[in-house]
């Protein structure tokens, strides 16, 4: 169980939102099991008395006569009490969410009414989508990502192994005694859950074997990149390489894996590229493989794998965030895993998890190609990677 002591750093920010005059409805997206409810109640419980949560997972609620009938009721309270709270869950179930809200919130502006909407999805691309088509100018947005090393250790008390091969889902810390108790926990209550009820349910998907064939490949290939026809190659069910660019970004958008393109210096290469195949919590490629966590461990290539994907994941949660674009380049025999781009300063950084044996004839490559800000090698004789996934992606890349 997550720790109602413990609250996630993005907690002080939401409370500083809220304590404002009222401004803007606050948006809170990311994906499943990630703390979002927790840490919205813990927020919600420490500034209203009056608050009020309600929430749109059950079928028969997902409808907006449900959504005004929720919104009327903190109305009331605001009227009569001042200052209220209105806390929405799983926002993107509600069809045609945006423009009833969008309605709501101008007809409070207009007269006054002194109510703090905070809205929350587990679908963040389709969340996305519902602000940007109605609520323009309406809403600031919060991100939170899956936990961090830092999160999962000041909570929990977890060391880097423990962190590379279980991931960054709080609610699995009381199964880890028992490999199989979690490794079903993350594929039926997580992977299985975000497939069918925050992808196949709320988004047209014409082919979902497809779908799921891919994540499989995704999860199998992390840190790989792959052109779309090699993919469509080693999956079963017929498909066409837009198809598969449009399931990849549905499974990004559900915070499960993400493919990185090829950073080129020009957006328009960027979106041709080969897509380099990255999970976005290592727990993802361990519990799917069917390996006792600690084989990953024991064997290292499957742990330089885990490495090399739980840096990955840092810089992709921080990029999710806003904070940077994440890109990988590869000319030739010449590569470097991840090129981070912030304004306009680019970091080059490559990680290796074992002894280094070579002068990285990549980032030597790049740095002849590109301008680089910052060049940063995470393991071997540099960068610890417990320090490196300790602290804020900002703080390397400055």
Do not use: C
Not at 183 to 211: C, G, M, N, Q, W
Not at 212 to 234: I, N, P
Not at 285 to 308: F, I, N, Y
Request: aromatic share 8%.
């Amino acid at each position: 169980m997550l720790s109602n002591s413990y609250q996630r750093p993005q907690g002080e920010l939401l409370g500083a939102r809220l304590r404002e005059p009222r401004r803007f409805l606050q948006v809170v997206s990311g994906p499943r099991q990630v703390g979002k409810t927790t840490l919205v109640r813990q927020v919600a419980a420490s500034l209203r008395p009056d608050w009020r949560y309600a929430s749109a997972d059950e079928p028969t609620l997902r409808n907006r006569d449900w959504l005004v009938q929720q919104w009327e009721a903190s109305r009331l309270a605001a009227r009569l009490g001042g200052p209220s709270l209105l806390v929405l869950d799983e926002i993107q179930k509600i069809s045609a969410w945006s423009e009833t809200v969008k309605r709501l919130w101008d007809e409070d502006t207009a007269a006054g009414v002194p109510l703090q909407v905070v809205l929350l999805g587990s679908a963040p691309l389709l969340v996305q989508h519902g602000l940007s088509e109605s609520l323009a100018g309406r809403f600031e947005t919060l991100h939170l990502p899956h936990w961090s090393l830092a999160e999962m250790r000041d909570a929990f008390g977890w060391d880097l192994e423990q962190f590379l091969a279980f991931g960054g889902y709080p609610g699995s810390v009381p199964l880890i005694g028992n490999a199989e108790r979690w490794r079903r926990y993350i594929v039926d209550s997580l992977i299985e859950t975000a497939l069918s009820r925050d992808v196949l349910l709320l988004t047209r998907v014409d082919k979902p074997a497809l779908l799921r064939q891919l994540f499989q490949l995704a999860v199998a290939s992390s840190g790989q990149v792959l052109s779309y026809t090699k993919m469509l190659g080693q999956l079963q069910d017929a498909g066409n390489t837009t198809t598969l660019a449009h399931y990849l970004e549905l499974l990004s958008g559900a915070g499960l894996v993400t493919g990185l393109q090829k950073y080129a210096g020009t957006r328009t290469r960027q979106r041709g590229s080969s897509p380099k195949l990255q999970v976005l919590n290592t727990a993802l490629m361990t519990a799917p493989s069917g390996l006792d966590p600690a084989q990953w461990l024991e064997d290292p290539a499957r742990r330089g794998r885990l490495v090399e994907s739980a840096v990955g994941a840092h810089l992709a949660a921080a990029a999710a965030s806003g904070v940077l674009e994440l890109f990988y380049w590869r000319e030739g025999n010449h590569e470097v895993d991840f090129v981070v781009r912030r304004g306009n300063r680019v970091t080059a950084v490559e990680v290796k998890s074992g002894a280094r044996r070579e002068s990285l004839p990549g980032m030597k490559a790049f740095a002849k190609r590109f301008e680089v800000s910052r060049s940063l090698l995470v393991g071997a004789d540099g960068i610890l990677v417990g320090d490196f996934l300790s602290r804020p992606v900002a703080d390397w890349i400055g």
